[in-house]
């Protein structure tokens, strides 16, 4: 796993927890990136070059064999070729999810409760969870206490829900409210929207990038890095607003060589992989900022694991389940970024498939069989 300095405790901005340690982050690899960037190509040159790449060659993470590496990075979603949490962590999660029960608007444990699981992300995150929902709320499996929140919203990468106070030309409109907020006044307008309070949410599944990763932050592990750190303070943050979250289910990006637009193409998608598994390295390893126990330390995170992981390489089948991307699963032409309805159905897919059968799930996600 890399490294990196963790932030002095109670350095945190009054109004958002981490503001002053990402901002230190953001400047620190926007000034790497600069410093190794390329000529920058023009619209015309990047989309002859990036334009409908079939397949990368490039090994699913999930797949990679012993001995096998990507820049020095080996395989398996928690590393060393496991796909699996170490034991100790996975009896952590499961301990987590234990407390996840319906809930009262003020938290309270009520029989008539809800269970909100939140969508946290970008465009390409509410297009999928829109998806996700559509389907999970016509599948009779699925708990009627479940409410499907989808708060992610377009143009909110990383960055914008990890400095949401920054001046990046990325205020929502918020709904219900007559004026413009940060990602987070979005999510709690798509709360009220469903008739929910924040002391509902009890999980949240993130899937996240950075926009223009190679312009801004450089070659990897630089980009990633970052990534990293963003999501962290997501997580963070989200424990702060939502006091009875348990857990978080973190995705990595999907197919990106289509992509005819610098936005977050190949190798970014495919490496984003690395920064979601360095973050829970960090919290499995112990760190403080990371904290989900109360017995060793303030609590300043809910527990992380992976949820699907949705990255195949391009046509070509991946061994486990056969997965492929073709380029109709993507918007058309000038973007490949983007999932079409068919994308969107077969992410959708994977991810409630995910939540019907994972062990820390499906215990309260599906109806009960009582």
């Known amino acids: 796993m890399l490294a990196l300095q963790l932030p002095a405790m109670g350095q945190a901005s009054t109004e958002f927890l981490d503001t002053v340690y990402i901002r230190e982050q953001i400047s620190k690899y926007e000034s790497a990136g600069r410093s190794r960037r390329q000529p920058q190509l023009s619209d015309q040159e990047f989309a002859e070059l990036e334009r409908e ?3 990368t ?20 979603l928690y590393g060393s070729g496991s796909n699996n949490p170490p034991p100790a962590h996975q009896k952590a999660a499961l301990e987590a999810v234990a407390k996840i029960t319906p809930r009262d608007e003020d938290g309270n444990p009520s029989a008539d409760g809800k269970i909100v699981l939140m969508g946290i992300g970008m465009s390409n995150t509410r297009i999928i969870f829109d998806m996700f929902k ?17 708060a992610a919203a377009g143009g909110q990468d990383a960055r914008a829900w990890a400095d949401p106070t920054a001046d990046c030309g990325r205020q929502l409109n918020i709904p219900g409210k007559g004026e413009k907020g940060s990602a987070w006044d979005y999510a ?21 990038a950075l926009m223009n990763p190679g312009k801004r932050y450089g070659d990897f592990p630089g980009h990633a890095m970052l990534l990293k750190e963003c999501i962290g303070v997501i997580v963070r943050e989200a424990k ?4 009875n979250l348990q857990i978080v289910f973190l995705s990595s990006r999907t197919y990106a060589g289509y992509a005819a637009r610098d ?5 970014y998608a495919y490496e984003s992989a690395f920064a979601v598994r360095w973050l829970i390295q960090e919290q499995i390893d112990g760190s403080p900022r990371y904290n989900y126990d109360p017995a060793a330390g303030p609590v300043a995170a809910p527990v992380m694991v992976w949820g699907p992981y949705l990255w195949a390489d391009g046509v070509r089948p991946r061994l486990s389940d056969g997965l492929t991307w073709q380029r109709e ?7 490949g970024t983007h999932p079409s309805a068919m994308g969107a159905r077969k992410a959708g897919q994977l991810l409630l498939d995910f939540f019907k059968t994972n062990e820390l799930a499906k215990g309260w996600f599906l109806q009960s069989s009582d």
């Open 240 to 243: 702060r607003r939502y006091p």
């Open 53 to 55: 790449i079939p397949y």
């Open 57 to 76: 060659g490039f090994t699913p993470l999930t797949e990679m064999g012993p001995g096998q590496t990507y820049k020095g990075q080996d395989g398996g």
């Open 263 to 267: 936005l977050n193409p190949e190798p």
């Open 188 to 208: 709690d307008a798509m709360l009220a929207a469903e008739g929910v309070t924040p002391a509902q949410v009890q999980a949240v599944w993130i899937y996240q």
């Open 329 to 335: 699963d993507f918007a058309p032409a000038p973007d």
């Open 134 to 150: 559509q389907m999970a709320e016509a599948d009779p499996g699925k708990a009627d206490r479940v409410i499907l929140v989808n």
